[in-house]
C-alpha cells in the first residue's frame, strides 16, 4: 500500500488517563443513584451494580434469573442447573447430511471432512424457518443451524497427527475450517419434541477453506487482492478463523474470519501491512505452506490481504456462493453484530479481537430493504466507523473515509483493506482484546466482552507496532504493575463495556460505562472484580436473548485451566462456563460447566426461548508444545467417553424440563 506503509502503525497513545477515573466514577455514581452496592474494588472505587437502567422498564428487576447457581466445575462433564436437561446435538465429524459418519480414528479423508461438522465449533446461529422453507416464522418445528469452525487441531485431526505432513492432511485440515449448515426438524420423541439433525437435507452444506467466495465492496478488484490464481481479486478459495458470527434481518449468516494470519508465513522482511496484521516466518504452526503456495507469503503476497473479512452466506439457498463485504473492513474480525436504525439502516458491530486493537461500527448507505430491491448488498455501500471512548463517560465513532483530514490520500478500498492502520490515524481507543458484542434493543445498548490484555499497562512494546504497550485508561482501568492489581500480569481477567443512544444506533456519539469488571468478587484480596455473583474470567462469548438475559461465555486459556497447569490466578473459575447476567440489576449467576480444557462459545436460543444452542469448543486441548499424537484423549474424553476417543468439539442442546424459558 503506497501511501502509508513506510509510516509506524498504532501511533494513537491515545487517551491513556489515569487520574480522570475518579471523576468518571464519581459521574457515574450520580447517574446510577440508589443502584451502588456495598464493596471495595480496584482503585479503592465503589463497587456498582453496573445494570443497564432503562432496560428495568422493559423487565421487572430481577425477574430474570430463576435457576439455581451451580459450583464451579473441574470435572470432566458438562453441568447445568437442577431442572435443566443438555445434551450433544452434533460433534465434530458428524455428517451434515447423507455424508460419512465420523471415525474414531481421525481416518476420515479431506473429502470426508468436507461433508462433515468442522472442527473446533465456534459461535452459532438458529435460523428459524417456515413450511415453504423460507427464512421465518417461529421456528417451532424447523430450523437450519449455522456454525463456524474456527480452527484445526491437527494432532487430533490425524491417526499419527502431523507427521508425515503432506498434501492430503493440508486439505483435510482445509477442509474442517470454515461453517456447517444443518437442517434442524423438531419431532416427537415420546410425549416431548426434541430438535434432531436432518439427514439427508436440502440444506445441509460445508463451507470450507476451500469453498468458492466472491469478494464484494470497496477492495474488491484492488491490486493487493490479486494473486497469481486469481488476475481479478475478486475470486478467493475460502474462508479461515471462523471466529464469532452474525446475522442479518434479511436471513443470511455472517461469518468472521479472525486470526487468519496464523495460516501464512512470510520469511523475507515484513512490509508494514505484514507487521500491523502479524503475517511472520513462523505463523502459528500450520503446514499448509509446506504444500501449497497460496500460504507462503513470499509466494504468493497478497493472499493474506484476501482474510480478515466479515463473509456473507445465505443458508437458504445450499447454490449460494459466499460473499465478502469489504465495506466492513479487514481486521481481526470476532463477529459482525447487526441492529436496525429507525429508518431502516443497517448498523452492524465489530470486535477487532487483539491486544490494544479497536471496537468499529458500520452503518448502511441506505435502508436495507430499498438497496435489497434495487439488487445491491446492505453491506456494501456505508461508513465504517472506529470508537473512541473519552474519560468523561462520552465517546465518538470516528468515520473512517478518505475525507477524514487524518486520511488524507487514502483511497477507501485501501482504508479498506488496511483499516487497522487507518484506525490508528483517526485516534481510535485500543481496548483490551475486543471479543464479542451484542445489543440491548429496547434500550439501545451495546454490549461488548474484552476478554483480558496481559500487557495492558505493563513494560514492554507492542510486537505488531513496535510502540510501548499502552497503560490504562477510562475504558480499559485494570493493568499492571500496581499494588492494586493482581500480581503477575495486566487486565488477567477482562470486563464487560456498555454504550447507549439517546434515540438511534446511528448517532455519532454515545454514553458508555462498565457493565462489570471481571474476577472472583469472593476474593478473600479483592481482584478488581466489581460485580454481584458467581465468579468468571475472561468473558468472551455474549448473547441477548429475546428476554434480555444477557448469556455470558468465558475464556479463561487452554494452558490456565488444563488441570497440571491451573494456577492460583484462575483457580476461583475452574473449567470454562457460561452464566447469565440480569441486566436489570447487574446479578450474574453461573449457568453451565464445561468438561476440562474446553471453551464455552456459541449461543443462541430458538424464538420461544425454550432451547438453547451452546457450543463446547476444544475439550481436552493440550497446551501448545504438549501435543503428543499418541495419547489423543489428553485432559478431556467428552462427549464419547468410549476407550481411546478423541475428544471432540461439540454443539448441545439445552432444555428446561418443565419446558420453560431458558433461564428461568
Ligand atoms: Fe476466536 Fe477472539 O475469539
Ligand atoms: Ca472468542
Ligand atoms: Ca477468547
Not at 503446514?287 to 500460504?295: Q, S
Not at 488477567?492 to 454514553?511: A, I, K, M, P, V
Not at 449461543?603 to 493440550?622: K, L, N, S, Y
Not at 499424537?629 to 485432559?635: D, L
Amino acid at each position: 500500500m503506497e501511501s502509508h506503509e513506510d509510516r509506524i502503525s498504532n501511533d494513537s497513545g491515545n487517551d491513556t488517563i489515569h487520574d480522570v477515573i475518579a471523576a468518571r466514577l464519581s459521574r457515574r455514581d450520580v447517574l446510577r443513584g440508589g443502584l451502588a452496592v456495598a464493596g471495595a474494588g480496584l482503585l479503592g472505587m465503589d463497587a456498582l451494580v453496573r445494570a443497564v437502567p432503562a432496560e428495568a422498564k422493559a423487565n421487572r428487576p430481577g425477574r430474570l434469573l430463576g435457576f439455581e447457581s451451580i459450583p464451579i466445575s473441574t470435572a470432566d462433564t458438562l453441568v447445568v442447573p437442577p431442572g435443566y436437561s443438555a445434551r450433544v446435538l452434533i460433534a465434530w465429524g458428524d455428517p451434515v447430511s447423507d455424508g460419512p459418519a465420523f471415525a474414531q480414528d481421525a481416518s476420515n479423508t479431506a473429502a470426508d471432512q468436507a461433508q462433515q461438522w468442522g472442527m473446533n465449533n465456534d459461535g452459532l446461529v438458529f435460523f428459524p424457518m417456515k413450511g415453504n422453507g423460507k427464512y421465518g416464522g417461529k421456528g417451532k418445528r424447523r430450523g437450519l443451524l449455522v456454525q463456524n469452525h474456527e480452527y484445526t487441531d491437527d494432532v487430533l485431526l490425524f491417526p499419527d497427527g502431523t507427521e508425515g505432513w503432506d498434501a492430503a492432511k493440508t486439505a483435510k485440515s482445509i477442509a474442517a475450517h470454515g461453517v456447517g449448515i444443518v437442517e434442524l426438524a423438531s419431532v416427537k420423541v415420546g410425549r416431548r419434541r426434541e430438535w434432531r439433525v436432518v439427514r439427508p437435507s436440502y440444506y445441509g452444506r460445508r463451507i470450507t477453506g476451500a469453498t468458492p467466495c466472491g469478494v464484494t465492496g470497496p477492495a474488491a478488484g484492488h491490486a493487493l487482492l490479486k494473486t497469481s490464481a486469481d488476475p481479478t481479486g475478486t475470486h478467493v478459495l475460502g474462508t479461515l478463523n471462523n471466529c464469532a458470527m452474525g446475522w442479518t434481518p434479511w436471513g443470511t449468516y455472517l461469518t468472521c474470519e479472525e486470526n487468519f494470519n496464523g495460516y501464512f508465513r512470510k520469511v523475507g522482511p515484513q512490509t508494514p501491512m505484514e507487521r500491523r496484521y502479524g503475517i511472520t516466518a513462523a505463523g502459528f504452526g500450520y503446514l499448509w505452506h509446506t504444500t501449497d503456495t497460496r500460504f507462503s507469503v513470499d509466494d504468493e503476497p497478497n493472499e493474506p490481504n484476501r482474510f480478515g473479512w466479515v463473509v456473507e452466506i445465505d443458508p437458504f439457498d445450499p447454490t449460494s456462493t459466499p460473499q465478502k463485504r469489504t465495506a466492513l473492513g479487514r481486521f481481526k474480525h470476532e463477529g459482525a453484530w447487526v441492529q436496525q436504525a429507525r429508518d431502516g439502516r443497517v448498523v452492524v458491530y465489530s470486535g477487532d479481537d487483539e491486544q490494544f486493537e479497536y471496537i468499529y461500527r458500520f452503518v448502511s448507505a441506505e435502508p436495507w430493504r430499498r438497496m435489497r430491491r434495487l439488487g445491491e448488498s446492505p453491506l456494501d455501500r456505508g461508513t465504517l466507523y472506529v470508537a473512541r471512548f473519552d474519560s468523561n463517560g462520552l465517546g465518538e465513532w470516528i468515520p473512517l473515509t478518505p475525507e477524514h483530514p487524518a486520511l488524507a490520500g487514502w483511497t477507501a478500498a485501501q482504508i479498506a483493506i488496511d483499516t487497522r492502520s487507518a484506525a490508528d490515524l483517526v485516534g481510535a481507543t485500543p481496548m483490551d482484546r475486543p471479543e464479542w458484542i451484542d445489543t440491548f434493543p429496547r434500550t439501545l445498548t451495546g454490549i461488548a466482552t474484552l476478554t483480558n490484555n496481559s500487557a495492558r499497562g505493563m513494560p514492554g512494546t507492542n510486537p505488531r507496532t513496535g510502540l510501548p504497550n499502552a497503560g490504562i485508561d477510562a475504558t480499559n482501568p485494570r493493568g499492571g504493575p500496581s499494588a492494586t492489581n493482581p500480581p503477575g500480569s495486566g487486565n488477567q481477567y477482562g470486563h464487560l463495556l456498555t454504550w447507549s443512544y439517546r434515540r438511534d444506533w446511528t448517532e455519532n456519539t454515545f454514553r458508555w460505562d462498565i457493565y462489570a469488571l471481571a474476577g472472583n468478587p469472593a476474593a478473600a484480596v479483592s481482584d478488581g472484580s466489581n460485580f454481584t455473583g458467581d465468579a468468571f474470567g475472561s468473558p468472551d462469548g455474549i448473547y441477548v436473548a429475546p428476554s434480555g438475559r444477557l448469556w455470558i461465555q468465558t475464556d479463561v486459556s487452554g494452558s490456565a485451566i488444563n488441570p497440571e497447569a491451573r494456577g492460583a490466578t484462575y483457580a476461583a473459575f475452574g473449567n470454562n462456563q457460561m452464566l447469565c447476567s440480569d441486566p436489570t440489576t447487574g446479578e450474574v449467576r453461573r449457568f453451565l460447566t464445561g468438561p476440562n480444557v474446553c471453551e464455552i462459545t456459541g449461543v443462541f436460543v430458538t424464538p420461544d426461548e425454550r432451547t438453547m444452542f451452546v457450543g463446547i469448543q476444544h475439550p481436552g486441548e493440550a497446551p501448545v508444545g504438549a501435543n503428543d499424537a499418541a495419547n489423543p484423549k489428553r485432559y478431556s474424553a467428552w462427549p464419547d467417553f468410549d476407550a481411546g476417543q478423541r475428544p471432540r468439539s461439540a454443539t448441545v442442546i439445552i432444555t428446561k424440563d418443565d419446558g420453560g424459558p431458558i433461564g428461568s
